[in-house]
């Protein structure tokens, strides 16, 4: 072990609706390694990755599938990481974890609970760098396939539209529509630099700088024949000129509300929903969780066209488990360009065969 | 022929958002009984039905199906009426027709087009009072049926909630979750007439009078678990306190704006719609027109449910031509209680068997 002591970060207040998220509502603490009991094992964390829900977490709220946590709770964050000492037979030493392992340096973990069941999984052959099983090949990613395949039904020749498209689900979704054919797939992003990334590495069609630009016009423009599949990931005035552009029979597939839900309002809703009536569309909401059990469908195709070279790593990383504050609230405040993710430790050398 | 001339009701001028529909919209005329050519036939008309779409037909705005009326054609309308002169070898003197009649006397009908298409056919065996295939027979019932049981899914054992529970389609659509085994069956209206009459005769576990209620606190007490499927006519404030009180993958079917659609704004979007995230739910606009090559599997349907006794006619019918702005004008002062229809003449004594 290159450290002797555990390093944590432990929930000192909950944000306020109008707080930007920052070590000022986190208390770092250190020490000693636990030990694992019989049944339990021991996992340094390597990479952790973030979302938007872990705002949600930082209040002591219960939710269906978690507790809200309290003042002095280790952060709950899903993580990457080697298992270092094991008192359980189907977890060994040296196996890669892909778990909910907090904001920390090491983890006792033992495979008890629905939050284990779901969010778990040991990876036989991991890809290098770990950091990618937590990218596109990870949570994001299989959110994206159910989303955008499942809930949104798109079809070959449909004409895509992604709201906060250089977001970590974002990106996926663009990739995994122009894999399975979309038609135009156009992303919605918060700067120059985002929409050039899109177009550029990641083969999305146009990309539109909602800062800095008509939305209305530019939407207007791009999608003539109007959107058949508008995958939402923010809510507010976005959803509302994407509705009043849907094409006949178009899914609005509704992941996430950021511009609204950590924000303080009043928030409008979206005036322009009068338009499924008109073109015979669908709003429709999903939360990836309820897909648990069908996660390695998605995974499996993840990796198909990740080692075809047809999905990229779209990973965005920051160093240092000091970093974590900064790392979540950054997608709050448009800061990442992909999966963002901190690095907590290096990939160690005595890695399975990938 | 009992007259010997065509009364008939023609535009007279658009009608602007803040109005109520009333005579001034329209000019009385009176000219010679059209006679049919080659390939034509007249039809009298017996009984003329109403659907809030008329009010858009009085504009001069072309939609997917039918052209905006100009100021002097004459208005719109669906109606019943019998063939009292034939030049087409499939449509004979004395059988019963459904269609596009008009508000007129008589009018002239060719099978040409696909507003014939879609709005009409001759009844072999016609019910008594002919009144009733314009009713729960009719296009209410047909509305009731797709929007229900194809958009919404309904499964038995789903709580149902009915806006316009009172309206044509309504009245329809909460007898047909009754007899297809829903849950809890709860329609709001806005008198309290209107609910007596729901639960008293046509088989609704409660209902609501929004006018003098608190809807939230009466939704929420009703739906202890939640609404499964709400079936929405009229959007606006309802449609947003329905969305709040949505349970796990409720299925909300959006039939129409009559809330919105025909008053002044500025209106405002439902809040709630960030429900259909947490509750994994579904909005789902439809028309019906879309349906129309399974119009017959509807009729069907409802025809055996109304022979049975299990479907009852629920027609409210004013008396004479000259009724029919006002008839018209009670769908959107909320006049009505059932589907409102206008009695232009008498049922034949020469019907086909029933």
């Known amino acids: 072990m290159s450290s002797i002591i555990n390093r944590q970060w432990r929930i000192a207040k909950s944000p306020n609706p109008e707080d930007v998220i920052s070590a000022d509502h986190f208390s770092w603490t ?9 049944g339990e094992f021991l ?4 990479c952790l990755g973030t979302s938007p829900a872990q705002r949600g977490y930082m209040q002591p709220v219960d939710n269906k599938f978690l507790h809200g946590l309290a003042i002095g709770e280790v952060m709950r964050g899903r993580g990457i990481g080697q298992i270092i000492a094991s008192r359980h037979a189907d977890y060994k030493q040296g196996e890669i974890f892909v778990g909910s392992l907090g904001w920390q340096d090491y983890s006792i973990q033992h495979p008890r609970g629905a939050q284990f069941m779901f969010s778990t999984k040991k990876l036989e052959h991991p890809i290098r760098p770990l950091s990618a099983e937590l990218g596109v090949l990870g949570q994001a990613g299989v959110t994206a396939y159910f989303g955008l395949l499942e809930v949104g039904a798109m079809q070959a020749g449909d004409n895509v539209l992604i709201s906060a ?3 970590g689900v974002g990106c996926c979704v663009g990739q995994i529509a122009r894999i399975r054919g979309a038609g135009k797939v156009i992303g919605i992003a918060g700067s120059d630099a985002k929409c050039r990334w899109l177009c550029d590495e990641l083969g999305f069609d146009a990309a539109i700088n909602y800062k800095a630009e008509d939305l209305q016009a530019r939407i207007s423009k791009l999608f003539p024949d109007g ?3 508008f995958f939402d990931n923010v809510g507010g005035d976005i959803l509302n000129t994407a509705l009043g552009n849907l094409a006949m029979r178009a899914r609005v597939i509704i992941c996430g509300f950021i511009s609204t839900n950590y924000t303080p309002g009043p928030h409008h809703g979206p005036i322009n929903y009068t338009q499924v009536l008109r073109m ?19 995974e499996q195709a993840l990796m198909a066209w990740f ?3 047809q999905l990229k790593s779209c990973e965005d990383i920051d160093a240092g ?3 974590m504050p900064d790392t979540l609230s950054s997608l709050f405040t448009g800061g990442n360009m992909g999966v963002k993710l901190c690095r907590v430790a290096p990939d160690p050398d005595d890695l399975p065969e990938a």
Chains 1, 2 share one sequence.
Request: hydrophobic share 45%; aromatic share 12%; net charge negative.
């Open 30 to 38: 250190e020490e000693a390694i636990p030990e694992p009991a019989d």
């Open 43 to 46: 996992v340094r964390t390597i």
């Open 165 to 167: 498209a250089a977001g």
């Open 227 to 229: 959107i058949d599949v």
């Open 280 to 298: 015979r569309a669908r709003i429709e909401g999903f939360v990836i969780f309820d897909y648990w059990e069908r996660f390695a469908e998605a």
């Open 307 to 309: 080692k075809q070279g």
């Open 321 to 323: 488990l000091e970093k």
